[in-house]
C-alpha cells in the first residue's frame, strides 16, 4: 500500500456544532460541540446507553443529528464489530472489493500483512474465528486510507499481540495527520489522546459545555 504523505492528511478535520442526538423517543444528547484536528485523537466516554456509538454512527453520516451539523474534511471510514463482507468469498478478494470501492485498490494486500492476516488470504470468511473477523475489519479500516477513523470497541475480541498491532497502527495514522475518534470500554493505550465525556452533554442535565481534558496514558491500565 502506497504511503500517504503527511499533507495529504494535513488538512482533515471533523467539528460538531451544538449537535443534538435522538434515537426514538430519547434524547441521548444534546448540544454538543468540539473540534478534532489532523494528528488529534480523542477517547468517547460515558456510562452505557448514554450514546457513544450513536455519536461514532452521527459522525459517520449513518445517522442524521437531531438539531445541529457536523463539519468533515477527510473521507471517513468506520469500524465496529460487523463483518460486513460477503462470508462465501476469500478474505483477500473480501478486502479487495471494498479497497475497489474505495479507489485503492492493491491496498488490502499490505493491511493484510499488518493485522498478520496474509496467511489467511484463501480463507473464506465464514471461516474465520472471531479474533480473526476483527482483524479482518481493521485491515478494511487500514486500507480505505481515509483520514478519520471512527472506531467502535476495535480492541474487543484481540489477543495482545493484535492490540500492540492496532496501536501502532493508531499512533503511525495519527504521524501522517489522521484523526481518531474512539469508544473502548478497555481503553486504548494511545500517546496524547484527548477525552470527551458525553455525561456533560445529557439532556436536561444543565450542563452544554463538557470540552476536552487532556489525559495521559497513566490513567488506562
Known sequence: MGRKRLSDFGNARLACHDVSCLRGDRLLFTHLSF???????VL?????????????RLLAGFLKPFSGHIEKWGRVAFADEALAMDRHLPLEKALAYWAALDG????????????????????????????QRKRAVL??????????????EPA?????ASVRALIEM?????????IILAVSHQGLDMADYKTLSLENFVANSGQSSGFFDLLDESHFS
Open 35 to 41: 473540534e478534532v484536528k489532523a494528528g488529534e485523537a
Open 44 to 56: 468517547i466516554t460515558g456510562a452505557n446507553g448514554i450514546g457513544k456509538s450513536s455519536l461514532l
Open 104 to 131: 485503492v485498490l492493491g491496498a488490502e494486500k499490505e493491511a493484510m500483512a499488518v493485522m498478520a492476516l496474509d496467511i489467511l488470504a484463501d480463507s473464506p470468511v465464514r471461516l474465520l474465528s472471531t479474533g
Open 139 to 152: 485491515a478494511r479500516l487500514l486500507a480505505s486510507q481515509a483520514a478519520i477513523w471512527l472506531l467502535d
Open 156 to 160: 474487543n475480541g484481540l489477543d495482545a
Open 170 to 178: 493508531i499512533e503511525h495514522h495519527r504521524q501522517k495527520g489522521g
